[in-house]
């Protein structure tokens, strides 16, 4: 078995109990996907995985939103790139309408650390896309957090590494899926 297959079979379809709930920085639990309640995050997850086929992971051009469709007020695509002061960082495309709504504000052709500023969750969020960047395969997690829509009280989220040369992690496309025990506006069913 080559490393790269090695890592990806442990990073998701072999996970022991010792990867569920595994506690980070902050509110964010990575779990595994066997644990994720979320049948969005889990479609996109499977939307990914068929796009890959035997690649280690699918190219940003093998999108197809028209596929994707229900899930796309969801969907946030970004890159990883060289930022202006030469440290790698992201750079939203695009984050669908549940997103900006939940955040309060826009992502598109925004550098992650501009959207969080001084903000003590910048470390912890960037360590997620340092861990896809290293082992090119996808995570999933939970976030406990209050967010600026009313009824919201944690969410599920995935995030995909996507190649333009199939080994280099160019760019992400994740999934946030907001759950709530009750009714909000604005909620897409």
Not at 14 to 30: F, K
Not at 123 to 138: D, H, K, T
Not at 161 to 187: M, W
């Amino acid at each position: 078995m080559s490393p790269e297959q090695s890592l990806r079979s442990t990073a998701i379809s072999r996970r022991g109990s010792d990867y569920a709930a595994e506690r980070l920085i902050g509110n964010d639990v990575i779990i595994s996907p066997s644990e994720c309640t979320s049948a969005r995050v889990r479609d996109l997850y499977d939307y990914w995985t068929r796009l890959r086929g035997d690649r280690l992971m699918p190219r940003r051009q093998d999108i197809d939103p028209v596929e994707i469709w229900s899930l796309l007020p969801y969907i946030h695509l970004s890159e990883w790139q060289a930022r202006p002061d030469g440290s790698m960082g992201v750079l939203f495309r695009i984050a669908g309408t549940e997103i900006v709504a939940t955040a309060g504000h826009e992502y598109r052709a925004r550098w992650l650390n501009d959207i969080l500023g001084e903000n003590s969750d910048l470390e912890q969020i960037m360590s997620l896309y340092y861990r896809v960047v290293a082992s090119r395969v996808p995570i999933f997690g939970r976030t406990d957090s209050t967010t600026v829509r009313l009824g919201v009280e944690f969410f599920e989220w995935v995030l995909c590494p996507l190649s333009d040369d199939g080994k280099t992690v160019t760019h992400f496309i994740g999934l946030e899926d907001y759950i709530s025990t009750r009714n909000y506006l604005g909620a897409f069913q």
